[in-house]
């Protein structure tokens, strides 16, 4: 499976990016997908996921209620709806997934980086 992150880009704090997280080759092995992001001279964080049925949502606390993750099974593409964008928001965003609940992530994409400014 190769995952291909896009929507990234500069933004005012307050505004709204949608990223997309596009997969492609064996889908039918995908059990979750899941965006994380790292920020200069931190360390990589979770942010959100979902599960490849769509059937369930995860959310880091820091974007929970800004941000809204979902999933087109009909185009394989899994969307980060990000709202109320804050400067700490700012990183590069990278999209990957799980084959089965307990396996690790993998299949890291490229990343696709966000701007927030003030």
């Known amino acids: 499976v190769q995952l291909q992150a896009s929507g990234g880009g500069l933004v005012q704090a307050g505004g709204s990016l949608r990223l997309s997280c596009a997969a492609s080759?064996?889908?039918?092995?995908?059990?979750?997908v899941a965006w994380f992001r790292q920020a200069p001279g931190k360390e990589r964080e979770f942010v959100s996921g979902i599960l490849w049925s769509g059937a369930n949502t995860y959310y880091a606390d820091s974007v929970k209620g800004r941000f809204t993750i979902s999933i087109d099974n009909a185009k394989s593409t899994v969307y980060l709806q990000m709202n109320s964008l804050k400067r700490d928001d700012t990183a590069k965003y990278y999209c990957?997934?799980?084959?089965?609940?307990?396996?690790?992530?993998?299949?890291w994409g490229q990343g696709t980086l966000v701007t927030v400014s003030s």
């Open positions: 080759g064996r889908t039918s092995s995908i059990y979750a």
């Open positions: 990957a997934m799980q084959t089965t609940k307990t396996t690790n992530f993998g299949s």
